[in-house]
């Protein structure tokens, strides 16, 4: 082996961590693992064909499917355009700088990349505002100094809570936001469990535990005189979430975003989406610790923030590219939307019909059902109702913890999907003689 | 021996080659990744839309190394006595009678009832098995459909390739098999046993590689007819479909044409039998609904 060859190696080992540490800073989250591994496997392919060494870059650092476009822009840019050969001559002068140097992408990379993403930098500075947050963390900061001052972390009395949960979020000053946020936090989520095909060992149950039998009973001979069993082990539901954020939402889009996030952060399978005119998938985002980095996470992978809405083409996309992807094992869906529609309403109608035939149970949360003289009569609600199990206000905190009632209580019986029953039930929705004083 | 077949192939042409002399048409890249896979010795896990031939590689792989195919079909409440190894209760049973019968109660004897005879090997174990004359073939169907307890056992199972049982002890090969894991996405599986992975997504395949995997499977049928069905469902595919057709779908497809003794398509024997291509009555709606003439004159004009 020459000299030379050692550097050319040691060169690529380099490059190797380099372009890692690129993926991660657009997600593909590369660990050291799988570049020790992808270095022991490039033994085995000629590095001069580009195309094996891009297929196995692939096939060593690549998760999941939904990663090869962001993979493939990357590969491209890393490997062929950042460093084209007429660059070579300056880069060894600049080569230990350019180790410090944070790896970044030029402007226009990056852009593409952010459509590849469906981030866009620009639209996130106008939509969130960010002088307006600045003043909400500033003003966050002094409350919480204020708070050590008095001595009293909980700042709240009971009465005072107590108002709240029944006031309507669309009235909140700041600083109920922030306290129907931890309130929020606080609360414990259950959801109904369902029996799996799994057995564990259990005192009662129907069925023997052979194993544990004959082993038992060995010191009897042949008879089999202690029972062991087995029963069938129990699991929660998977929970699929899918929330409209479109502009007649935005008084509440963020605050249920947070109420998403503490169900996601409590509850084992739950997976999360958010819609305007199109679908995100937003699990990912919100597995963050951090409820606010997680909402940022959301703001930035949304799109259509505030924008019009088009439940019947969202849920259509749900129904063709995830609904089986998470709706197995009987999951419960929870629509959160107003129901203010600027889609086709037969599309609606026949998107619903087939989601309400692949959960266990569908429900449609809306703001604006707490309103008292509130009529589910918008077209969009009108044709989505027939296919809903339940039907609930999502406007305050008393609903949300009513709604965790309803969640707890979901059991193995079918709701009663007949048209009979369904057209009952739409007309007591739509006359609101149940209105509850939540 | 199964050294010399896994060596045989040095280059990915090589694997190419086999599983096209098998009637697998692979592209470089699902090549690749199965080169490396057998190199390395690591799991494959495939995933693609149902039908895109996933199952399949790992049926070509034991043809091409000459070796068994050990296949898993996953389901819901997958467990240990089912994928791993079980004990004979009933013969453990008979012969504690039979020791009873004839007097003899040793310490030995009741060892005995947990020995290897006793032993019911079920897939996982067959493939780690030691007496393997050569590595199997591993295949690991729609693990999707297992449960998470079975996925992190498998997590253990696939780095170590040794087996526990507590009665007898450690099992462990020299020689670990090839895996081949699929998944149709029915749920998420984990990061941890990704990472374990080399991964491939089986996409549909183009045009060409469709015709050519027709013309390899199904020699009789006629190239102009075999030219035709892959245009018209790749039409299929780029319709807004519930269930766009796979390749296995495909080959279904014109094999009920030849039944019908079809020589190119026809109208009429489209619609006919549309059930062989879709499988949701919404999608044979909306195909039916649509102008089923004009893509096939669109086709015949090519």
């Known amino acids: ?438 | 021996m199964e050294q010399e077949l896994v060596s045989h192939f040095t280059t990915i042409e090589d694997v190419q080659k086999a599983m096209f002399s098998h009637s697998y048409i692979a592209d470089r890249s699902l090549a690749t990744a199965v080169f490396l896979a057998l190199k390395r010795r690591k799991p494959l896990l495939l995933e693609g839309e149902p039908g895109v031939g996933k199952t399949e590689i790992a049926k070509v792989l034991a043809a091409i190394l000459d070796t068994k195919l050990i296949r898993l079909q996953c389901y819901e409440g997958i467990d240990v006595s089912t994928a791993v190894y079980e004990w004979n209760y009933t013969r453990q049973m008979l012969h504690i009678r039979l020791m009873e019968a004839s007097g003899t109660k040793h310490e030995e004897e009741i060892k005995e009832i947990f020995g290897p005879d006793f032993l019911i090997r079920r897939p996982l174990l067959q493939a780690i098995d030691p007496a393997n004359a050569r590595p199997p073939v591993l295949l690991i169907d729609e693990l999707d459909r297992s449960d998470e307890e079975f996925e992190a056992y498998l997590l253990e199972l696939l780095s170590d390739f040794q087996i526990t049982i507590p009665e007898i002890g450690t099992i462990s090969t020299e020689e670990p098999p090839f895996v081949i894991i699929t998944s149709n996405r029915t749920r998420e599986i984990h990061d941890a046993l990704r990472r374990r992975c080399l991964y491939y997504w089986i996409d549909f395949p183009t045009l060409e590689k469709e015709f050519a995997i027709v013309r390899a499977r199904m020699p009789e049928a006629s190239e102009r007819l075999a030219r035709q069905v892959c245009t018209f469902v790749r039409e299929l595919r780029s319709m807004d479909l519930y269930k766009a057709p796979g390749v296995a779908e495909t080959l279904d497809w014109i094999s009920s044409l030849l039944a019908l003794h079809q020589l190119e398509l026809v109208e009429g024997s489209v619609r006919d039998t549309l059930g062989a291509l879709l499988k949701y009555q919404d999608d044979v709606l909306k195909v039916g609904n649509s102008d089923i003439g004009k893509i096939l004159q669109k086709i015949r004009g090519l």
């Not at chain 1, 998760?63 to 062929?80: K, L, N, S």
Request: net charge positive.
């Open chain 1, 1 to 438: 082996m020459r000299p030379s060859d050692i550097e050319r190696g040691e060169r690529l080992l380099y490059r190797l961590t380099e372009f890692g540490r690129l993926l991660w800073e657009a997600g593909i989250y590369v660990g050291p693992r799988q570049m020790l591994d992808l270095v022991e496997t490039l033994k085995y392919i000629d590095l001069t064909v580009k195309e094996d060494f891009y297929n196995t870059l692939k096939c060593c650092l690549l998760t999941r499917h939904e990663q090869e476009a962001i993979f493939d822009q990357m590969f491209h840019y890393f490997w062929f355009v950042r460093d084209n050969p007429n660059k070579k001559a300056k880069e060894k002068k600049g080569a230990v700088k350019r180790e410090e140097r944070r790896l970044r992408l030029p402007p226009s990379e990056r852009k593409r990349l952010a459509e590849h993403m469906n981030t866009s930098d620009v639209r996130n500075e106008i939509r969130n505002d960010p002088r307006q947050t600045e003043r909400r963390r500033y003003q966050d900061d002094q409350d919480a100094d204020q708070e050590d001052d008095q001595g009293d972390p909980q700042g709240t009395a009971y009465s005072t809570i107590e108002k709240l949960r029944k006031k309507d979020f669309e009235d909140y000053s700041w600083d109920e936001v922030q306290e129907a946020k931890r309130l929020m936090a606080e609360m414990r989520w259950h959801l109904g469990m369902r029996p799996t095909r799994r057995k564990a060992p259990a005192r009662r149950g129907g069925y023997l535990d052979m194993r544990r039998m004959v082993r038992r009973n060995l010191k009897y001979g042949a008879e089999m005189i202690e029972l062991t069993r087995r029963e069938i082990k129990m699991k929660p539901r998977p929970l699929v979430i899918i929330c409209d954020i479109s502009g007649s939402m935005s008084l509440y889009s963020r605050l249920l975003l947070h109420f998403i996030h503490t169900i996601s952060n409590g509850l084992l399978n739950v997976e999360a989406f958010v819609f305007g005119t199109r679908l995100t998938h937003v699990t990912r985002q919100l597995k963050k610790r951090d409820v606010d980095d997680a909402v940022r996470d959301v703001s930035k992978a949304v799109q259509d923030w505030s924008g019009g809405t088009r439940i019947g083409d969202a849920l259509h996309y749900f129904n063709q590219h995830w609904a089986r992807r998470v709706l197995g094992r009987g999951a419960v869906v929870l629509i959160i939307s107003d129901g203010w529609d600027r889609g086709d309403a037969s599309v609606l109608r026949v998107e619903m019909d087939r989601l309400q035939h692949s959960c266990h149970r569908l429900i449609w949360l809306n703001p604006l059902l707490g309103s008292p003289d509130y009529r589910p009569l918008t077209i969009g609600m009108k044709a989505a109702l027939p296919f809903v199990d339940d039907f609930l206000p999502a406007h305050n905190l008393n609903s949300l913890i009513h709604l965790g009632n309803i969640l707890s209580s979901i059991d193995d019986s079918r709701p009663v999907r007949s048209p009979v029953a369904r057209r009952k039930a739409v007309e007591a929705w739509t006359r609101r003689n149940n209105s509850s004083g939540m």
